[in-house]
């Protein structure tokens, strides 16, 4: 029996589904019909978190001083840690009490930056595809979002030109991420420089998510926003763990940039949490500290995974560019097929599962976002049940 007063606000009911949630609820069907599920749809790293994080973390856990409410702004300890890295991976330098801010991952300080700082009917300017985070924190907040279409003969770069300046003027924040989750496009340093230029003449704060700073392939060093003169005026730029390091389920990322912006952000916090276990903080030290070679190890397994599937979806017709850094594959539906389409025709026929570009908004219709979570061996498999079900690109070859 359900009550019909018993109901969800409106912040919550006109937002459109969560797609992994209904991903989800699909792929239980298809498992207990038996079918041998090969999961490529979330963005959720297979590896263990790195040995000496764990041992951080029960050594920190044995200690009762960790047991009470952590301090709301983070240990002094792990604050440290992140300026320290920011100083050592892109020689920028930063204040650790006011200018970095521990998060409980950083979905969560992504979305709640829009609820501190956005009003009712403000405009939030947010690529189409982007991450689901940008887009629903601001919807939630009540903002407007005005999409920026991604296009791939831009190179999925946003194209400030194309913005009206009209919609700019009145446009609160800007949410941007390369390398990008899900087109994995990288931006050369210029677009990093326009965009401040950008953000700086319109008065717009600037929140770049760089979630993918570290898997980067084939010598390419992505870019902070804090490295460009003048950024740090204007914007903030948010981390997190979860990928590099294995710990997506530790929830811990940081935010790091305005000393203003970041304060507002944490005065909602204190309303809303108590902080990050102190346990997490210091094992996330631990992660930023490991040596290189750690971060080698984890780049070789996603680049030998991408020229493997790349290899693999060009035997069967796709042309899927090399990616420079992330742990997806951002790979055209074959023609005439809509994302959601396919992907559940794929999972039907193969028990292989994507990711609907769609599901990044509606920039992402016709791709799908490949996640390289799994060996050679499983996405050797994938290719091979594409084989079988006559899954290829070439329209008239297909078995749709
Ligand atoms: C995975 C991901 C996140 C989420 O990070 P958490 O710290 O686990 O919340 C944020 N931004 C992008 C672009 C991501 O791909």
Same mark, same amino acid.
């Given at each position: 029996?359900?009550?019909?007063?018993?109901?969800?606000?409106?912040?919550?009911?006109?937002?459109?589904?969560?797609?992994?949630?209904?991903?989800?609820?699909?792929? #239980?069907?298809?498992?207990?019909?038996?079918?041998?599920?090969?999961?490529?749809? %979330?963005?959720?790293?297979?590896?263990?978190?790195?040995?000496?994080?764990?041992?951080?973390?029960? #050594?920190?856990?044995?200690?009762?001083?960790?047991?009470?409410?952590?301090?709301?702004?983070?240990?002094?300890?792990?604050?440290?840690?992140?300026?320290?890295?920011?100083?050592?991976?892109?020689?920028?330098?930063?204040?650790?009490?006011?200018? #970095?801010?521990?998060?409980?991952?950083?979905?969560?300080?992504?979305?709640?930056?829009? %609820?501190?700082?956005?009003?009712?009917?403000?405009? *939030?300017?947010?690529?189409?595809?982007?991450?689901?985070?940008?887009?629903?924190?601001? %919807?939630?907040?009540?903002?407007?979002?005005?999409?920026?279409?991604?296009?791939?003969? @831009? @190179?999925?770069?946003?194209?400030?030109?194309?913005?009206?300046?009209?919609?700019?003027?009145?446009?609160?924040?800007?949410?941007? @991420?390369?390398?990008?989750?899900?087109?994995?496009?990288?931006?050369?340093?210029?677009?990093?420089?326009?965009?401040?230029?950008?953000?700086?003449?319109?008065?717009?704060?600037? *929140?770049?998510?760089?979630?993918?700073?570290?898997?980067?392939?084939?010598?390419?060093?992505?870019?902070?926003?804090?490295?460009?003169?003048? #950024?740090?005026?204007?914007? *903030?730029?948010?981390?997190?763990?979860?990928?590099?390091?294995? %710990?997506?389920?530790?929830?811990?990322?940081?935010?790091?940039?305005?000393?203003?912006?970041?304060?507002?952000?944490?005065?909602?916090?204190?309303?809303?949490?108590?902080?990050?276990?102190?346990?997490?903080?210091?094992?996330?030290?631990?992660?930023?500290?490991?040596?290189?070679?750690?971060?080698?190890?984890?780049?070789?397994?996603?680049?030998?995974?991408?020229?493997?599937?790349?290899?693999?979806?060009?035997?069967?017709?796709?042309?899927?560019p090399k990616t420079r850094a992330t742990m997806y594959l951002w790979v055209k539906c074959p023609p005439g097929i809509g994302s959601t389409e396919f992907v559940l025709d794929v999972l039907q026929k193969t028990g292989v599962v994507f990711t609907p570009g769609n599901?990044?908004?509606?920039?992402?219709?016709?791709?799908?976002?490949?996640?390289?979570?799994?060996d050679c061996d499983r996405l050797q498999e994938v290719i091979r049940r594409f084989k079988q079900a006559g899954i290829c690109y070439q329209s008239e070859v297909m078995a749709f």
């Open positions: 029996m359900s009550l019909d007063w018993i109901e969800p606000a409106e912040r919550i009911q006109t937002l459109p589904t969560y797609v992994f949630a209904h991903l989800d609820e699909l792929k #239980a069907k298809e498992r207990k019909k038996g079918q041998d599920l090969i999961d490529l749809g %979330m963005g959720n790293p297979d590896g263990a978190t790195p040995e000496p994080v764990v041992e951080a973390a029960i #050594a920190a856990l044995r200690n009762p001083d960790n047991h009470g409410y952590p301090p709301f702004e983070g240990t002094p300890s792990f604050r440290r840690a992140i300026t320290d890295w920011y100083r050592r991976r892109y020689g920028v330098l930063l204040n650790p009490e006011t200018e #970095a801010l521990p998060l409980l991952g950083s979905k969560e300080g992504l979305a709640h930056l829009a %609820m501190a700082y956005v009003n009712p009917g403000d405009f *939030v300017l947010v690529p189409s595809p982007a991450y689901p985070a940008h887009f629903r924190g601001p %919807m939630l907040a009540g903002g407007k979002v005005h999409s920026l279409v991604l296009k791939p003969e @831009n @190179n999925w770069l946003i194209d400030l030109a194309a913005i009206p300046d009209t919609i700019a003027q009145q446009a609160k924040i800007l949410y941007f @991420n390369y390398p990008s989750n899900p087109t994995a496009a990288t931006a050369p340093r210029e677009f990093f420089q326009d965009i401040v230029a950008f953000a700086r003449k319109h008065e717009i704060i600037l *929140v770049h998510d760089l979630c993918y700073a570290e898997l980067a392939f084939d010598d390419y060093k992505p870019t902070s926003l804090l490295e460009i003169p003048g #950024a740090k005026e204007i914007g *903030v730029e948010f981390h997190t763990l979860s990928k590099t390091y294995n %710990m997506a389920g530790w929830r811990v990322g940081f935010v790091v940039g305005n000393s203003q912006i970041i304060k507002g952000l944490g005065t909602l916090k204190t309303n809303l949490d108590y902080g990050l276990f102190s346990v997490l903080q210091v094992a996330g030290e631990a992660a930023l500290q490991l040596s290189d070679k750690y971060l080698q190890q984890v780049q070789q397994r996603y680049r030998t995974r991408r020229d493997f599937l790349i290899q693999g979806l060009a035997q069967l017709g796709w042309d899927v599901a990044f908004g509606p920039g992402g219709e016709g791709y799908v976002r490949i996640s390289l979570i799994q």
